[in-house]
């Protein structure tokens, strides 16, 4: 089992605070090499979780209208052309006298992306109701009945997860009577839970449920991870161009994800930060520097003081 | 689907979606299936994961192009040049599976000596009638047989009817058969009349470099398909292929799937693991619509619909129904137990078991000429229920004002549609050309229950019964189909219970009797499937269609669907997961015909009866045990052993040798040649769109010279096509589809908020190079226009739509989902108020995924604007079309 260690390197209270309830941690894998970009994530995730309409806004960028991990968009299917071919032998030479030039290489990059359920939680760092927390599975969830829409997770988040709910206040633009369509405004954060309910009941969350190739998978992080390494090896072998794993290393900035990703390019061409580290990491170096700072301060003014009385 | 129906005997996928995962080669041309079959495409993953070549040959880079190992773009209604070259390739280079292609297909058998090709006659085959715009199909039959059977004689009695051969590739053919052998062979393929050289001389002219100067793919990208099917092809391996309405919404469609067809035969990979041709249905139970159909030539179970000129009774109709072999030969069983099912006791022996209650045909009554009929005023009602045609049809355009032609219209549907909403909000009301208070039809909107809403069965795209439950009751006045049908019902015979009138007999004999429940009465679907299976004298519920009879003692509703309530069991709600048995999952739902997940699957045995290999093997025969078995029920009588050969005169299954694994045709070959059952021709040949920039590569004859037109209907103008006068004025290839977000016309997904902001506006996808040449711009606007209408879209300037490269020229394709209308939480204009209503001749299906346009930057005019400019392009079309007229070659004829 994967110990969460917290920022300041002191022991992890998960998954002692559990007791014996205490489970393994669960995770996503998210395997862009079969993602099929049909978006019923999406749909699934704001069936199940009641979640409002986002905005009906053409993007032109490519088939992503979502543009974003937000509030109203728990899962979000990022969708990449590239002038790249997707395997590394996919060019083939081209034949003297042939009718037309071979085609230039084009690939399409489908991903979808989701709150990374870190080791190192920004956002849970920060909470000053206690609303965010982790849960016996290890996940990190926002309960709503505590949430105060104060927004201090929202900067502490080095992804852009974190996000306030903000509804047009009009009485009759509800798109359809979900139950939490009439809280408007409530200002509170919102984001995945990782199906809290659904693994409290036993099911897979509603995402992994729905993805019909397996792109999505739920499961135990530490299989997860082994099964990771695997399909790695096996698209390397294969000659897939970019395959890479993304935030599956307990050692990065936020001590690794709990909801990782096979990708097939660099993380910025997904619009997802190289090198992720939680800005809480610094902050007992900051307050040291801090207390420095007020200390060096106070003895300056000391000083001026008594410099002045001479 | 009439071509695979007159390939191998049934007008159904040849396998499941699941038997994918063990293809070596899968080429998915004509579909988009990532996209619009996402949870099938697992398998095609699944196989590619196992080291299959997935191939994705299509005019777009889609989602499907993304996920195939490698995708092949060419241009949009070039596939049968493509294909036509595999099969020239094929035959080039020896790579067909001899001891298949001898002993399976009908590759040996001699046709007769006035057949004459396309190749001889500039495009035309033999039996060419001008005047009539037809073909006289005698010349096409095999040596020393003539025209016979259900689709001969239709051919032969009803001139100048539109239902010639449709539906009929039940392979109703017939005389000379000699011990289950057609009478003119040549297993040595020699004979200069055998169908091996007749194809051969066919396709000779399909090289790779002609491939490559008409499909605009380079000959590496075609000789790498051409290949690798090859070599993922044999007793070892198999390749399958995946289609949908890519290959069906064209002017020549049906040739389309034969080519295919014909490849699969010469490769040997049907009815085996890994192979076949799948045809993606796009609806939950399109295939059950055709299976117990909703179309107007057929009955349930593939039966003709008795037509006006033909059938004195019942005896005529069987007499020309009966195949002389294989399943076809039982259809009085068929026949008579269906009308048994419907008219219950009424139906004795003594009055023909009511065979004439049936409604009779007596021409094209099919969709678009319906439309037509409306347009004329000769159609005065029209019932719309789960279509949105003033959206999806071909010309939408013409749909809506056929629509305000009507005294009466209803619409049943989950919202109000474009459809039922076109009286005062539709493109011609906004530009004027129609007037609110001026449209006379009397629109009645009825709202429908949703499947949640409702019990009932889907039959899916791999003729699978699929059963679902009702989850809650239906709001307010929403009702299912079945309460809407079975009450209308019940209404018109409680007002027809005292008449005497015999034109009433129909309705007031009928089996109308359905056990209900609830508050609202819904009939119970469970006693409808019970019906449709059917039961003998005794009311036992029939296990197999064996044992249906033609003495009236057995009823049942279809008879492909005889099982599927075997032992009073609803098998299509069986659940038992593909984990729990093996990967045919036999024990989950129940797939027609007798519960066969891989059709023709003897051959998947060699002639003797043992598996091809190892690594494919499927049914087998056992002949210990004098029986036929294996991992799918055998398709083939399971007592039958290869070595069988029939007595002459012997009929029906028992005509069928017993090395023929295609059961439903009469001589149980897979026709690689096909001498009746198509209106079009024997064999496919590349025919350029009806509108299309291009002359043919080929031959004078430029399209299908068969297609159906509209030339005395001003709704259906026509864009002039390459070569003639006008044809610069739409100088673009315009395809049409589908994405993953909408669903068909948009009535269950653009009135969702979640699906809406996944794609919540109407898009043309246009190439860089042509956004350059038209002045696009990326996110801006842009109109399209056709000869019909012009439309304005939001522009996605990407590499996805790559040009072509034809006769050394590089054309633009332009790319419009037509998922939009004026409804909803998402409209847009609707694409198919630019295409045409030409149509394949086989099945009146419309060429939606090739044809012409103009595009340029900027919005439509809006207001009066927009018929000014439809007016101007008329005029255009109009005089271009009228010169075009007095030049062209073709024979043009009217539908009318």
């Known amino acids: 089992m994967t110990a969460l260690a917290e920022p300041t390197g002191t022991p992890a209270a998960w998954p002692d605070t559990y007791g014996p309830e205490a489970k393994p941690r669960m995770g996503f894998f998210t395997d862009t090499s079969v993602c099929i970009g049909c978006k019923a994530c999406e749909v699934a995730c704001k069936e199940w979780n009641l979640i409002p309409e986002d905005g009906l806004v053409w993007t032109g960028e490519s088939y992503d209208n979502t543009s974003e991990l937000n509030a109203n968009t728990w899962r979000h299917v990022a969708f990449v052309e590239q002038r790249k071919p997707l395997r590394l032998d996919g060019e083939t030479a081209s034949i003297v006298g042939q009718a037309a030039p071979a085609p230039e290489p084009l690939r399409w990059l489908m991903e979808s992306d989701v709150c990374k359920h870190c080791t190192h939680a920004g956002c849970l760092d920060v909470c000053p109701t206690g609303s965010l927390f982790r849960t016996e599975f290890g996940t990190v969830v926002v309960q709503e009945d505590i949430c105060n829409g104060c927004g201090y997770c929202v900067p502490a988040c080095p992804f852009g997860v974190l996000d306030q709910r903000k509804l047009p206040r009009s009485p009759d633009d509800a798109p359809i009577g979900l139950p939490l369509m009439g809280k408007k405004e409530d200002g509170r954060v919102w984001k995945c839970t990782l199906c809290y309910d659904r693994l409290k009941g036993g099911h897979e969350p509603a995402c992994a449920k729905a993805c019909p190739t397996d792109s999505i998978q739920f499961g135990e992080l530490d299989e997860l991870r082994a099964r990771a390494e695997q399909r790695l090896a096996k698209l390397e072998t294969d000659g897939w161009n970019g395959a890479q794993l993304y935030g599956h290393d307990p050692n990065d900035g936020v001590g690794g994800f709990g909801a990782f990703f096979l990708l097939l390019d660099e993380p910025e061409v997904y619009g997802l930060p190289p090198d992720p580290v939680v800005p809480t990491r610094d902050l007992p170096e900051t307050w040291r520097a801090t207390a420095f700072a007020a200390l060096a301060l106070t003895a300056g003014l000391v000083a001026s003081f008594l410099g002045g009385r001479s | ?896």
């Open chain 2, 1 to 896: 689907m009439p071509s695979l129906g007159t390939s191998f005997g049934r007008g159904g996928a040849t396998d499941h979606q699941q038997d994918l995962q063990n293809s070596d080669c899968i080429v998915i041309m004509g579909s988009n299936m990532a996209e619009n079959h996402p949870v099938g495409f697992q398998w095609v993953l699944e196989a590619r994961e196992r080291g299959a070549e997935v191939f994705h040959v299509d005019p777009r880079f889609t989602r499907t192009s993304a996920m195939a190992t490698r995708h092949v773009g060419i241009r949009a209604g070039s596939d049968i040049a493509f294909l036509g070259g595999i099969v020239n390739y094929i035959l080039e280079n020896e790579r067909w599976f001899d001891e298949y292609v001898k002993r399976y297909t009908n590759a040996s058998v001699i046709v007769d000596e006035k057949f004459s090709d396309t190749e001889d006659n500039e495009g035309l085959f033999s039996g060419w009638d001008p005047e009539q715009g037809e073909y006289d199909v005698t010349s096409w039959q095999y040596a020393g047989t003539q025209v016979h059977g259900a689709a001969g004689q239709r051919e032969q009695g009803f001139k100048g009817s539109q239902t010639k051969g449709e539906q009929a590739g039940h392979g109703g053919h017939g005389g000379g058969m000699s011990h289950g052998n057609p009478p003119e062979m040549d297993e040595t393929l020699q004979d200069p009349r055998c169908v091996f050289q007749i194809l051969k001389r066919h396709f000779a002219r399909y090289t790779p470099e002609f491939v490559s100067d008409a499909c605009g793919c380079t000959v590496d990208e075609f000789l790498h398909v051409a290949k690798s099917l090859c070599d993922c092809s044999g007793p070892e391996k198999t390749g399958a292929f995946a289609y949908a309405v890519g290959w069906t919404q064209h002017t020549v469609g049906v040739q389309y799937i034969r080519t295919a067809a014909i490849i699969q035969l010469l490769l040997g990979n049907i009815g085996r693991p890994g192979g076949g041709i799948i045809a993606l249905r796009g609806h939950a139970s399109i295939q059950g619509s055709t299976d117990i159909p909703t179309l107007y030539n057929i009955l349930p179970g593939y039966l003709t619909m008795p037509h006006t000129e033909s059938y004195g009774g019942l005896q005529g109709y069987i007499d020309q129904t009966t195949a002389p072999g294989g399943w076809w030969g039982n259809a009085d069983t068929f026949i008579v137990s269906l009308l048994k099912a419907w008219w219950g006791a009424s139906a004795a022996p003594e009055n023909d078991f009511c065979f004439d209650y049936l409604p009779r045909i007596d021409s094209d009554n099919s969709n678009y000429w319906t439309i037509e009929q409306m347009l004329k005023g000769k159609v005065k009602g029209y019932m719309v229920v789960g279509e949105n045609p003033a959206v999806g049809s071909a010309n939408s355009r013409a749909n809506r004002l056929a629509l305000a032609n009507l005294d009466w219209l209803v619409v049943r549907d989950f919202v109000e549609i474009e459809t039922a909403a076109f009286w005062y909000d539709s493109p011609e009301v906004e530009s004027g050309e129609l007037r609110t208070e001026e449209i006379g039809t009397e629109v009645f909107f009825l709202p429908a229950a949703t499947h949640l809403e409702k019990d009932g069965s889907f039959t899916n795209t791999q003729r699978l019964l699929q059963w679902h439950y009702k989850a809650v009751e239906p709001k307010e006045d929403c009702r299912s189909e079945l309460w809407f049908y079975y009450h209308l019902g019940k209404k018109l015979r409680e007002r027809l219970k005292g008449s005497d009138d015999p034109k009433n007999l129909p309705l007031q004999h009928l089996t109308w009797a359905y056990p209900t429940s609830g508050e609202i009465e819904e009939p119970s679907a469970e006693a409808v499937l019970s019906e449709i299976n059917g039961r003998d004298a005794t009311g036992q519920a029939l296990s197999s269609y064996k044992l249906l009879k033609a003495d009236g003692t057995t009823a049942c509703g279809c008879w492909i669907y005889c099982g599927v309530f075997a032992d009073d069991e609803n098998k299509a709600a069986r659940k038992k997961p593909h984990w729990e048995q093996s990967y045919t999952a036999l024990e989950w739902a129940w797939a027609w015909p007798a519960n066969r997940r891989l059709l023709y699957n003897r051959a998947s045995a060699d002639p003797e009866g043992n598996p091809w290999s190892e690594r494919k093997k499927l049914v087998w025969w056992d002949a210990e045990q004098g029986t036929w078995t294996g991992n799918d029920t055998p398709d083939f009588d399971e007592t039958k052993p290869p070595d069988y050969v029939p007595a002459n005169g012997a009929k029906g299954p028992d005509a069928i040798r017993g090395d023929r694994p295609f059961v439903m045709q009469a001589d149980g070959f897979g026709w690689i040649y096909v001498p009746q059952g198509l209106v079009d021709g024997p064999l496919p040949t590349h025919y350029e769109p009806h509108e299309s920039p291009f002359e043919s590569p080929l031959y004078l004859q430029r399209a299908n010279p068969r297609r159906q037109r509209h030339t005395d209907l001003a709704e259906d103008p026509y864009n002039p096509p390459g070569g003639q006068p006008g044809a610069d004025d739409f100088p673009f290839i315009l395809t049409t589809y589908r994405l993953t977000e909408h669903h068909t016309a948009g009535g269950m997904t653009r009135f969702t908020p979640y699906l809406s902001e996944l794609q919540p506006q109407m898009f043309v996808e246009v190439h860089p190079e042509l956004a350059r040449l038209r002045g696009l711009e990326h996110g801006g606007w842009a109109t399209i226009a056709t000869a019909r209408s012009a439309i304005e879209a939001r522009v996605m300037v990407t590499d996805r739509m790559r040009p072509v490269r034809i006769g050394g020229v590089e054309h633009h394709q332009v790319g419009l989902p037509w998922h939009w209308g004026s409804r909803g939480l998402t409209t847009g204009a609707a694409a198919n108020d630019l295409t045409h209503m030409a149509l394949d001749p086989n099945v009146h299906i419309q060429e939606v995924k090739a044809l012409t346009c103009d595009i340029r930057p900027g919005r439509r005019p809006h207001g009066g604007g927009l018929r000014d400019i439809v007016a101007e392009l008329r005029e255009l079309a109009g005089e271009a079309s009228e010169r075009a007229t007095k030049t062209d070659p073709e024979h043009t004829r009217s539908t009318a």
